[in-house]
């Protein structure tokens, strides 16, 4: 069993893998931890996350505050818009299952989408609240 962060991002990972239009947008499995050297555009990146305890008097459980990470360098801001929008649809209140903790709750708190410094590139960065419970 892992600890309840890792298999979060695995369920996570594992609900955007399987999304056809998300994939089909991003014209394949473009998904990554890390991307590799020379990655193809556009594609979505599992960025940092924070955990907080939220255990109780008698439950074990933590707080998740994610960040995804959807590139593009489509020209323009729609590319970037479409990916935030899709990912946002597979994860928001998604009923993730996850190895040895139980899914509270998955919401989308707030995405913010701009064009990197040299004007190619462009960004939505989309953060997420999770709460598990051990179990």
Not at 62 to 67: K, V
Not at 88 to 104: E, I, K, T
């Amino acid at each position: 069993m892992s600890g309840p962060a890792v298999a979060l991002r695995r369920a996570i990972h594992a609900a955007l893998m399987a999304d056809v239009p998300l994939l089909a947008a991003l014209g394949g499995p473009r998904i990554h931890d890390v991307p590799p050297n020379g990655a193809e555009f556009p594609y979505v990146t599992l960025g940092e996350a924070q955990v907080l305890d939220w255990s109780t008097a008698t439950e074990s459980g933590a707080e998740h505050r994610l960040t995804l990470v959807c590139w593009s360098r489509q020209g323009g801001h729609g590319e970037a818009h479409a990916l935030a929008h899709l990912v946002q649809q597979v994860l928001h209140d998604a009923p993730l299952v996850l190895d040895g903790h139980r899914l509270v709750n998955l919401r989308a708190s707030s995405a913010e989408i701009r064009r990197e410094p040299g004007g190619r590139t462009y960004r939505a960065l989309l953060r997420f609240r999770a709460v598990t419970e051990t179990g």
